[in-house]
Nanobody
Framework: QVQLVESGGGLVQPGGSLRLSCAAS????????MAWYRQAPGKQRELVATMASGGGSKYADSVKGRFTISRDNAKNTVYLQMDSLKPEDTAVYYC???????????WGKGTLVTVSS
């Protein structure tokens, strides 16, 4: 059974930094894509950043230059380094994984990030 467990959320002041981690567990689990999504209160869930197993990454325009996604494939762990945080970054951040075969998607339960003074 595959599980994604996020950690690293919390309260931070505007301009501060946080690093989120997501550890994936499951026998033989090797996701092709791992990503971070977020959902702010009253808004739809949106893609923040994604990274393929080969290392290619993409970012939402709103976080480009401030957030960095990285992966440790050996540990099945994905990270999100968030710098220069803004109040509008406040949201629940969810870890996501996708496997090509079998075709399946997986979600973590989320970790809350609050940016406030």
């Amino acid at each position: 059974q595959v599980q994604l467990v996020e950690s690293g959320g919390g309260l931070v002041q505007p301009g501060g930094s946080l690093r989120l981690s997501c550890a994936a567990s499951g026998s033989g689990f090797s996701p092709n894509t791992m990503a971070w999504y977020r959902q702010a209160p009253g808004k739809q869930r949106e893609l923040v950043a994604t990274m393929a197993s080969g290392g290619g990454s993409k970012y939402a325009d709103s976080v480009k230059g401030r957030f960095t996604i990285s992966r440790d494939n050996a540990k099945n762990t994905v990270y999100l380094q968030m710098d220069s945080l803004k109040p509008e970054d406040t949201a629940v951040y969810y870890c996501y994984a996708y496997t090509v075969w079998p075709s399946a998607t997986y979600w973590g339960k989320g970790t809350l990030v609050t940016v406030s003074s």
